[in-house]
């Protein structure tokens, strides 16, 4: 199955502090008769590793979307920051590194919070391309702050 993203808004500078010369990237669609708010269920969960820090984000390393009918978006759960464990929200976003060369899209920032087991994953992209090239990015509140969350894709 080949879902699109379309970009939507610009995201200021974003692409240029983690790869220059590219252009900026636009927003991710949620695909019609989606839920913002809800993962699909048959998510596959992972905990990335971080890449590299640039311009007050983390990166994930490189991602790549599975194929899995069963799994149109990519969501975070379990956010919990390492150094102060009450602290579990933080404000991410995905950036899709199109296969076909075009130019990288990123999705709007979002505020994802755990309270506990049972929380709901919290949807960053939906309508995501099959084999799609994607990081997970999180905004820091301080230097060397170290967030742990699970990816589901």
């Keep these: 199955m080949n879902r699109r993203i379309r970009p939507l808004a610009t995201v200021t500078g974003l692409i240029a502090l983690?790869?220059?010369?590219?252009?900026?990237?636009?927003?991710?669609?949620?695909?019609?008769?989606?839920?913002?708010?809800?993962?699909?269920?048959?998510?596959?969960?992972?905990?990335?590793?971080?890449?590299?820090?640039?311009?007050?984000r983390v990166a994930t390393v490189l991602l790549t979307v599975p194929e899995n009918p069963a799994c149109t978006t990519i969501s975070v759960s379990h956010v919990v920051d390492v150094a102060a464990p009450a602290d579990r929200c933080q404000d991410f976003l995905v950036i899709f590194y199109p296969t076909d060369g075009s130019e990288p899209v990123a999705t709007e920032p979002v505020t994802a919070c755990s309270h506990g087991p049972r929380s709901r994953p919290v949807v960053l992209a939906a309508d995501v391309p099959d084999g799609a090239p994607y990081r997970v990015l999180y905004e820091i509140d301080y230097l060397g702050q170290d967030v742990r969350f699970t990816v589901r894709h």
């Design 18 to 56: 983690l790869a220059p010369g590219l252009a900026a990237p636009g927003t991710a669609q949620a695909r019609p008769g989606s839920t913002p708010g809800q993962a699909a269920h048959g998510c596959t969960p992972l905990r990335p590793e971080s890449d590299f820090y640039a311009g007050g």
